[in-house]
């Protein structure tokens, strides 16, 4: 295990991370084009934690003196957690903020889709234990809020494309508002992690936030809350600053 201390004096044990066919009408079609491509980001958080060395077991306040090398290939840096380091990440083009505990790298691609090509921009963070991410891409069209059942459908097949993409099993998922704006938590398990993953639909735009980290459940009382609450902290921070795409 390794042996963290947060804020005061309470010491905090983290364990060491091994890894970093259905019909529907066009407008649903480009819509659901987005959240396959939506599914891209999770696969790149998994292979950069697959590649994590695993080193020795040390206390995270000795870590914590200098940032881990972040993996060549990876845009997204690896540091050591520190609660010290919660700061706001804005993003302009994104029109969102939102807290990370470091500074994020960043990645653009262009997908290829049914609909033409979609860019695809992401912002995330490895602190070894768990993986940070917040996306966005912009869509052809814009399902008007009216259109809730619609809507419904395209989430329901975004998650069952997550899951099917990560091998994952669902532990649960609840519907999400974002200033009036539909969305979709889930959380779902695969051989090695957890997955916490929050997707709103804002005009044409669609975010996904995930947190991906070992699977702490079966952890120590003190793993569990430690995790539950930086996957908190992330997700509640995430605000809007422009609505109209």
């Known amino acids: 295990m390794l042996l963290g201390k947060?804020?005061?004096?309470?010491?905090?044990?983290?364990?060491?991370?091994?890894?970093?066919?259905?019909k529907y009408n066009f407008r649903f079609y480009l819509l659901l084009v987005a959240m396959l491509i939506a599914v891209s980001v999770e696969s790149l958080a998994q292979a950069g934690r697959k590649s994590a060395p695993q080193g020795d077991k040390k206390s995270a306040s000795e870590v914590?003196?200098?940032?881990a090398p972040p993996e060549p290939s990876s845009p997204f840096p690896r540091i050591a957690y520190d609660e010290r380091s919660w700061k706001p990440?804005?993003?302009?083009?994104?029109?969102?903020?939102?807290?990370?505990?470091?500074?994020?790298?960043?990645?653009?691609?262009?997908?290829?889709s049914a609909a033409g090509p979609l860019a695809y921009q992401t912002?995330?963070?490895?602190?070894?234990?768990?993986?940070f991410i917040v996306s966005y891409t912009d869509i052809p069209v814009s399902l008007p809020l009216n259109e809730k059942e619609l809507i419904n459908r395209a989430l329901d097949a975004g998650r069952d494309r997550a899951l099917a993409g990560a091998g994952g099993?669902?532990?649960?998922?609840?519907?999400?508002?974002?200033?009036?704006?539909?969305?979709?938590?889930?959380?779902?398990s695969d051989a090695n992690s957890l997955t916490h993953s929050h997707n709103y639909l804002?005009?044409?735009r669609l975010y996904q936030l995930l947190v991906i980290s070992d699977d702490?459940?079966?952890?120590?009382?003190?793993?569990?809350k430690f995790f539950k609450d930086i996957v908190n902290r992330f997700f509640t921070s995430f605000k809007l600053t422009r609505k109209t795409y």
């Open 89 to 112: 990440f804005e993003s302009s083009d994104g029109g969102f903020v939102i807290a990370f505990p470091g500074k994020p790298g960043f990645q653009t691609h262009t997908g290829q």
């Open 64 to 67: 914590n003196r200098k940032s």
């Open 216 to 224: 702490y459940r079966t952890g120590p009382a003190e793993d569990q």
């Open 123 to 131: 912002h995330g963070l490895d602190i070894g234990v768990a993986f």
């Open 202 to 204: 804002v005009g044409k």
């Open 169 to 188: 099993k669902l532990i649960t998922e609840s519907p999400l508002t974002l200033d009036g704006y539909p969305g979709r938590y889930l959380f779902y």
């Open 6 to 22: 947060r804020a005061g004096s309470k010491n905090y044990f983290l364990k060491k991370s091994r890894r970093s066919g259905v």
